[in-house]
């Protein structure tokens, strides 16, 4: 019965078990690593194996690769990013078909001071055990994920990848473009196996269930999103004028004698048209099958996929609307996916 609520919840049996397994023998390979063995920009890779289940999706090798990078302006070794990564191949019929494995890829980014002493690097561990255990539920959901599915859909994995860590330097356009990464389909698919994690590895009861909720960064994240107002956007732009100065440069621009309302306009113009670009110049690397797309271009129907999704990503009229549409669709899925998580309250054992 549990393990049906908890599919219905979004949640596949035993992922958080799961990531406290891989966990565990993270661990064990980190406490013999050594600074040489972490060379910048190269990291060190383990192949864990061992016998590893979430619900349907069995798997026999977790493949990680694990990246410490110092950093000037970093104080205290901190998580940067987790990612899995995954393989689709294309079709004949032009669709992106998931390949089946059974080992899981997960890449881990840690970044440490200066001159930091590397064999605090397992202590490191234990004390972000839970952070680092959600974040392997997450990993390891998009991994069951891509086992499930058979097909990626093109144009969201598109603008999927436009949106990632990407950013112009503007701190509001930046978090704008983040919110639309957080909010995509994938990330959503994530967020009830991270939240339970973090519920088991905090040992949440029933009676702490709210209070916890509502000071968790998703939850926290969500209720932000939800309230995304463009007039708010605007001046939250204008509230940095030399990160708009700079930026208005960069496109080749003199801020000089501009005002306030053109400077604004001319960033959420660039904005609008850099995510638009970047979603194309995706779609059209996913559509390419041989060298020959390059040279003549595309010569069968997936031109007319590719003039369609261009027209799709251009069918603002203005961006002002570009950004009220998010507006909506932030409100929407931030209140959706706050009810979602909600419900991760009825598998915490009475």
Known sequence: MRKDLKEAVGVPSNIHETSEQIFK???????????EDLEPGVGAQK??????????????????????????????????SMSVQTESRKTEDFKLKSIKSK?????????VPIDWDYSQLISFFQLNKSEIVQSLSHELKHAYDH???IYDKMEDRAIYQGTVG???????????IHDIYYTSANENLVRPSEFLSAIKSNKISQKDFLNFLTN????????????????DFTQRILSKPKQVDKFIK????????????????????????????????????ILKQSFLDDLIGFQD???KMFNDFIKKMYRFKKPEDFYKYYEKEFKYVASEMIKKISKVYSLIEK
């Open 103 to 111: 080992s899981v890829n997960i890449l881990i980014l840690i970044v």
């Open 250 to 285: 960069k496109i080749g621009l003199d801020p000089t004698n501009m005002r306030d309302k053109t400077k604004v306009k001319k960033v959420l113009e660039a904005t609008y048209n850099f995510i638009a670009n970047s979603s194309i110049t995706n779609y059209q690397e």
């Open 301 to 303: 129907e997936r031109q």
């Open 147 to 149: 086992h499930k599915k």
């Open 216 to 231: 968790h960064t998703t939850y926290q994240n969500f209720k932000r999103i939800q309230n995304f107002n463009f007039e």
């Open 166 to 176: 990407a950013g112009i330097g503007i701190d509001a356009i930046d978090m704008f």
């Open 47 to 80: 192949d864990l194996r061992g016998s590893f289940n979430i619900a349907d999706f069995p798997f026999s090798t977790v493949r990680v690769k694990l990246g410490v990078e110092p950093h000037k302006k970093v104080k205290e070794p901190e998580l940067m």
């Open 25 to 35: 023998k993270i661990s064990n390979w980190v406490k013999n690593l050594k600074k």
